[in-house]
């Protein structure tokens, strides 16, 4: 499903090269639900964005979905759905409304669209806030239309760029388990970015650790513990191990 | 027909091809939802112009000229213009916070192509104009002011060319400039001269010859000036110059406007 070979981005700011990602060689196969973890600043909003065609890459190469991200940008597009880092959301727009416009922007037909916006309503459990404008929404319920909006065309792909940062415990919980019962029922791929480390136990078959850019281990989050001695490993101590540096140093 | 669509998108939901003019028309109508619900804010939009047809339009009874003569006449299809300059030019507002929030990226992210993103804000922006306009134009109809039809009709348009114009460029410089405190200020900078320079409150030709040349150079004082020749019934060169400089304006943004979206968000 994606497939990037010594893919790069580096951003210049005046004088500074900013080098977000460096190098990165990543396969996902179809079906999997892979999170991407790392610190801020790690490099997975960029890699994000260069893989749903919004940013050039600097170096190397993409495809997502069997089509190359800078050459056949609207063919990526049409078969992925992005959920961005922040609320996607307009502020002078209802719930179902946004829905409906995002359907209409994917091609969806009229009375599709307008079907599939009840179902993910309903699936989301938005059903109640429907016709709410969005600014009058909970964190928890903000997300989960933002989840609803990536996938009102039914992609074979899910981008989800730190979905659960902002949220409670319980919310966060609950936003997983949608995530889970997505790629259960329908084979949904997805690839979810976060920087809170331990969430992908438990959640995640495959955990890709990245930092300063580049990936720096890749493995089940069994496996990866399993490289570190001591019992009630957390991933937090793999990453501690990998890097010499604690994530909650500069917290 | 939906359950051909339902089995191609099960298939390869890539399949369906979005088409412009379906993008331009979601888009259109995403953006006029808030103001179908709430049709007051078509008026609260309009307040700056209107205050100046109730608290400025007066004053020129004292001037000896045709804007003394007929004040209504002489200044509400300058009015017309200033309400394009503030509908249109602040059309960039709407989308700062939807880029800072990313709505924006969102929309980016599907396969609408992105001339379409832009187009459908614009027509919106003008559809709203347009409104505002006619609402003027009522106002000032039962205190005298003529506007026959075929002339209001070619006035309306050539407005609403000159109000895409407005709005594209607006959304050009927010999409440059990203955040609402360096766009407000730009923005400010701009209009202001652009207003001043037009004509629209008081002749040009009271000005002194640096200040009038320099309002020759401002194409928004050429549209006021058509505007003006249409409502008085008069086709001649200002009508005809005020359409030329506005399509030409009109094609020189939309290349501009096309190709920001185009280079997207970085
Ligand atoms: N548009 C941009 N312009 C300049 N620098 C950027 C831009 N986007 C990201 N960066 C820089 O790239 C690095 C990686 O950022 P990002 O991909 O957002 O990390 P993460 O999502 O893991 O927190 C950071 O140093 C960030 O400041
Ligand atoms: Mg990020």
Redesign the pocket.
């Known amino acids: 499903m994606i497939r990037t070979r010594a893919l790069a981005r580096s ?1 210049r ?1 005046g004088k500074h090269t ?1 080098e ?2 460096r190098g990165v060689d990543l396969d996902v196969a179809e079906g999997e639900l892979v999170a991407l973890l ?10 994000l964005r260069m893989l749903t065609t919004l940013l050039p890459p600097t170096a190397g190469a993409a495809t997502v979905a069997g089509y190359d991200v800078r050459t056949d940008a609207a063919r990526v597009r049409a078969r992925i759905g992005v959920v961005g ?1 922040g609320h996607g959301l307009g502020e002078s727009q209802r719930a179902r409304d946004e829905l409906l416009t995002q359907a209409r922007l994917y091609g969806v037909g009229r009375r599709e669209a307008r079907a599939r916006a009840d179902e993910l309503l309903e699936m989301l459990e938005l059903t109640g806030v429907a016709d709410r404008g969005t600014p009058s929404l909970s964190g928890g319920q903000k997300r989960r239309l933002d989840i609803a909006l990536g996938l009102v065309h039914r992609p074979r792909m899910l981008f989800l ?1 730190e979905p659960s940062t902002g949220l409670d415990p319980q919310s966060r919980a609950n936003l997983w388990g949608h995530v889970a019962r997505l790629r259960a029922e329908h084979g949904t791929t997805v690839l979810v ?1 976060t ?1 809170y480390l331990d969430e992908a136990d438990g959640h995640a078959e495959r955990a890709v650790v ?1 930092d300063h ?1 580049t990936v720096i281990a890749d493995g089940t989050p069994d496996a990866l513990k399993g490289q570190v001695p001591g019992d009630r490993v957390t991933l937090d101590d793999v990453f501690l191990n990998l890097t010499g540096r604690s994530l909650r140093e500069g917290e | 027909m939906s359950a051909a669509t339902t089995e191609r998108n099960t298939q390869d939901p890539g399949a369906v091809r979005p088409s412009a003019v379906r993008d331009v028309l979601a888009v259109w109508n995403r953006q006029a939802r808030p103001l179908v619900r709430n049709p007051l804010a078509v008026v609260f939009g309009m307040a700056q112009p209107l205050l100046y047809l109730a608290l400025f339009a007066p004053l020129l009874t004292g001037l000896g000229g045709p804007e003394g003569q007929d004040p209504w006449q002489w200044f509400v299809p300058g009015l017309l213009v200033m309400l394009a300059l503030f509908t249109c030019g602040f059309a960039g507002f709407g989308l700062l916070p939807e880029i800072a929030s990313g709505a924006h990226e969102r929309m980016l992210a599907t396969p609408a192509s992105r001339t379409s993103l832009l187009l459908g804000r614009v027509v919106q922006d003008v559809a709203l104009m347009l409104v505002q306009s006619v609402l003027v134009l009522l106002l000032v109809l039962p205190l005298g002011f003529r506007a026959p039809l075929p002339e209001t009709v070619l006035g309306l348009a050539l407005l609403a060319v000159l109000g895409a114009v407005l709005a594209t460029l607006s959304y050009v410089v927010a999409l440059a400039t990203r955040q609402t405190y360096v766009f407000a200020p730009v923005l400010q900078t701009v209009v202001m001269p652009l207003m001043l320079l037009s004509g629209v409150l008081l002749p040009m030709d009271l000005a002194p010859g640096w200040l009038y040349t320099l309002s020759r150079l401002n194409p928004l004082a050429h549209v006021v000036d058509a505007e003006r020749a249409l409502f008085a019934g008069q086709w001649g060169t200002d009508v005809a110059v005020g359409w030329v400089v506005a399509l030409v304006l009109l094609v020189l943004s939309l290349v501009l406007g096309a190709r920001m979206m185009r280079r997207g968000a ?1």
Do not use: Y
């Not at chain 1, 600043?41 to 960029?46: D, I």
């Open positions: 951003f700011s900013v977000a990602v790392g610190p801020n600043g790690a490099g997975k909003t960029t890699l880092q760029d970015t920087h990245v850019g | 970085s």
